[in-house]
């Protein structure tokens, strides 16, 4: 059957509905896969464009590789905006991103990530928000109104139950319905609800059972049914499990493509009409995508190649300052801020070297890394700046900054050709036309310097086979008896290490590859990873103890790096990394005058806290992080951030107890139990009466502020009133700055289970020196209900409540009396949302 293409008018928005009475069945279908790992089909005789999609969260990569790809801005990880508190700031980082993933030809980017802080081991920590659903749904809604205002999708993800990344594609989210809904929807729900996300993109894992990419009650009756969700829904990559049942479940897209699950579409949808209704459906949701970005008025160059690099000062100072803004003062005993004039030694792993962001999918070629060296350097010169390495935190040998060539055979060692690119790990997205991308033979070639003479630490690691010669002798064999290990997102082996001795001057390194298929993959994914150390100095602490003696004062740069945080595997623990606990001991024994700054990606265990003067939580905090640091250490900017994460004092503390594996953590046979229920983060710390080693909410600025004069709209309520709380808030010390009003709810003499309180409102305040704000802050009858399985309704009972305020979940000095009249319900399958007393 031939078609005659019509001449549909670009500028002018088609209607879907007659594009889908022209579109074939099997056209319908091809738009429900995705054409390559980030694009949709295009069908040109209807001017159906393609769409292309990026990662991520803290920045728009493009379609390139996770790692030398286009160069792009690098924003502050998830964790580092929620501790902003900031709404605002969120609403502008998601506009700024519009504009980056517009220069790199998308629609869509994939983002926000919303996942609650269940346990302080999850791998994607650094990712999300915060531990607090309230916290993170009003966040998350600034950021994709505002990114949305820019004409690119938001992608909310991972829909639900995604909270750690062990066994991640397999493992079932056993949640109970009232930790579920109070707790991991509650989020997707404000979104939903509040900023109309144009997509949703399903986790991994099971949800009780079931796949959440063909989850019908999920996706069904819960997201489009109950929130009245229109936009489109899409698997994580590789996470489609079926054809005509996933489509029928409610899940539109599945990433990548080409298909590997729908390969039965067509033919279940040509014999079922329920698959083939679904299938119009789910097409109308992809066409919907495609005209709500815009897209079919300017269709966009989605190629690669199309990629702009350009760099925009705004952007930069939005980094800088979102950076400043989200560092936690967790401890200073007057240290800080830095005079001008002071002589600082810079000390640690992270000194020298610009940590701003995570591993995984989160991971992008940053425009620039300002480490905090680089940072301290341009405030104080350099001349005031002494700097000492101390030890290291590398979980793997680090890479190679050089040229590298790559070379491609077919298996029968027919050439396809020579890549020139830069970096000792290589990412094999793009390969020549015509090689099988299942199928064919790679070398990596670059040249090994070695300074002196001396025995080097070379490894490998590799999703697919490798092994690696240096002037022709084989040093690493990860071929003949590869296996399978937590790299490339579980796709790669271990890191393979060996030490090899190399006379000073330059050795030629090949790296030889092919690969190798494993189960669960998302498409043929090929990486290879070469690292490279020389020998360490052999006194390397004491070096730094010098320095830290020398100085005036020093700045202790620990933490891990992308390597430690990263996509697909859980963290290791709470303790540093390495020898790092070690030379904090060290340092300030010689110079107690020591700013411990931290850069991690959640909770860390701190044996040396008594005896250090100021600590600050710096996270990842994009592009800028050095002059961020900068500017915070040197009192330039209030360090703005407030925890979103309860820091306990040891893993024993944390609410999932993973000091005894199990169940409950990190799972078992297939199952993981949220046994803890409504109990995470400070609900946990209330319920056990703990003292953490921080709170949630805590976080002190270079100047103080009281709460006082609270007074509510009414002290007793009707059912489906509004209530008003108005607050004063006063700036007491000497210098500018900002906080954090933190509203909690608390239900006296409940007859459910509820924790003792629940965030419920906040404002960020910045005051000038002696300056006063009043803050009001509003609640509806969700702030008070609970979720009541039995009845399916939220339900807020007839009875007292305390409004507590304060600047910490452990600092409330302010508690107002409330009383509901009658209970107040609203089912969840009320269609008009109207509610009933």
């Not at 791998?123 to 690119?152: C, H, I, M, W």
Request: aromatic share 8%.
């Amino acid at each position: 059957m031939t078609h005659s293409p019509p001449s549909p008018d670009l500028k002018t928005p088609p209607d879907l509905e007659t594009l889908l009475d022209q579109m074939t069945l099997e056209e319908q279908v091809s738009l429900l896969a995705g054409a390559d790992f980030w694009r949709t089909v295009p069908i040109p005789r209807l001017g159906i464009p393609a769409l292309k999609v990026s990662d991520g969260p803290a920045g728009a990569r493009g379609g390139g590789a996770l790692v030398g790809s286009t160069h792009t801005a690098a924003f502050p990880v998830g964790i580092a905006l929620g501790s902003t508190w900031n709404v605002n700031l969120l609403r502008e980082v998601g506009a700024a991103l519009a504009r980056e993933a517009h220069d790199k030809g998308a629609g869509v980017l994939l983002a926000p990530t919303i996942n609650l802080f269940r346990s302080t081991l999850n791998g994607r920590n650094f990712e999300s928000y915060a531990e607090d659903p309230f916290l993170t749904g009003k966040l998350a809604t600034a950021y994709v109104q505002g990114l949305q205002a820019g004409g690119v999708a938001a992608t909310v993800k991972h829909f639900v139950g995604n909270e750690s990344e062990y066994q991640r594609n397999t493992i079932s989210s056993d949640i109970p319905e009232r930790a579920l809904r109070e707790l991991y929807l509650r989020p997707f729900e404000m979104v939903v609800k509040d900023a109309q996300p144009w997509a949703i993109m399903t986790s991994y894992n099971k949800l009780d059972g079931t796949y959440a990419s063909e989850h019908p009650r999920l996706l069904e009756g819960i997201l489009r049914g109950e929130w009245k969700f229109d936009g489109l829904v899409m698997s994580d990559w590789g996470g489609t499990h079926s054809a005509g049942a996933s489509v029928r479940a409610g899940l539109d897209l599945e990433m990548p493509g080409p298909s590997r699950a729908r390969t039965t579409l067509l033919e279940e949808a040509e014999h079922d009409p329920a698959t083939r209704a679904a299938v119009r459906q789910s097409a109308r949701n992809v066409l919907q995508l495609i005209e709500r970005t815009g897209t079919f008025a300017d269709p966009r160059d989605t190629s690669d190649s199309g990629e702009r690099e350009e760099e925009y000062p705004d952007t930069r100072a939005l980094i800088r300052r979102a950076g400043a803004e989200g560092m936690v003062l967790l401890k200073n005993d007057g240290l800080l801020p830095l005079p001008q004039g002071v002589r600082v030694a810079v000390i640690g792993p992270n000194a020298a070297t610009g940590q701003v962001m995570g591993g995984g999918s989160a991971q992008m070629n940053a425009h620039r890394r300002v480490s905090p060296l680089e940072g301290l350097r341009a405030a104080l010169g350099e001349e005031n700046v002494t700097y000492a390495l101390g030890c290291d935190n590398d979980r793997f040998l680090p890479t190679l900054n050089v040229p590298v060539q790559l070379d491609f055979f077919d298996v029968q060692s027919v050439s396809f050709g020579t890549q020139e690119r830069t970096g000792s790990e290589q990412m094999l997205f793009s390969l020549p036309q015509g090689l099988d991308a299942s199928d064919f033979r790679a070398t990596m070639t670059l040249t090994l310097q070695a300074p002196h003479d001396g025995t080097y630490d070379l490894s490998l690691y590799s999703a697919g086979l490798s092994r690696l010669r240096v002037d022709g002798q084989e040093v690493i064999d990860n071929w003949t008896h590869w296996q399978p290990g937590d790299t490339y997102f579980n796709f790669g082996s271990d890191e393979v290490r060996a030490s090899h001795f190399l006379k000073a001057g330059p050795h030629t390194a090949v790296v030889e590859f092919a690969p190798k298929a494993v189960e669960n993959t998302v498409a043929a994914f090929s990486a290879m990873r070469l690292g490279f150390r020389p020998p360490a100095p052999q006194h390397q602490l004491e070096e730094a103890v010098s320095a830290a003696a020398q100085a005036d004062v020093v700045v202790l740069c620990v933490g891990t790096n992308g390597d430690w945080e990263t996509e697909g595997v859980d963290r290791w623990g709470l303790d540093l990394p390495g020898r790092q606990n070690e030379l904090i001991g060290a340092v300030l024994a010689a110079n107690p005058r020591t700013v411990v700054l931290l850069q991690t990606g959640g909770p860390i265990s701190m044996p040396w806290l008594e005896t250090a003067p100021a600590v600050l939580q710096a996270w990842f905090p994009g592009q800028e992080a050095g002059f961020s640091v900068a500017d915070v250490l040197l009192g330039q900017a209030d360090p703005g951030g407030r925890l979103p994460q309860t820091f306990p004092r040891s893993l024993h503390d944390d609410p999932v107890h993973p000091l005894e594996p199990g169940l409950q953590y990190p799972g078992e046979h297939g199952h993981v139990a949220y046994q803890e229920g409504l109990f995470i983060g400070y609900r946990h710390v209330d319920r056990h009466g703990l003292t953490p080693l921080f709170p949630f909410g805590h976080g002190l600025s270079y100047t103080t502020f009281t709460v006082s004069d609270a007074q509510l709209s009414a002290d007793v309520l009707e059912p489906g009133a509004t209530l008003r709380v108005s607050v004063q808030v006063r700036n007491t010390g000497e210098r500018s700055g900002q906080t954090v009003v933190q509203l909690y709810i608390r239900e006296k003499n409940t007859q459910r289970e509820r924790p003792d309180k629940e965030l419920k409102g906040f404002a960020k305040v910045q005051l000038k020196a002696g300056e006063t704000q009043e803050v009001q802050l509003e609640l509806d009858m969700r702030s008070l209900a609970a979720f009541d399985d039995t009845r399916a309704a939220w339900v807020a009972d007839a009875g007292e409540f305390e409004v507590l305020l304060g600047q910490s979940s452990a600092d409330l000095p302010i508690t107002l009396p409330l009383r509901l009249l009658e209970q107040w319900s609203e089912p969840v399958s009320s269609s008009s949302k109207e509610a009933h007393a």
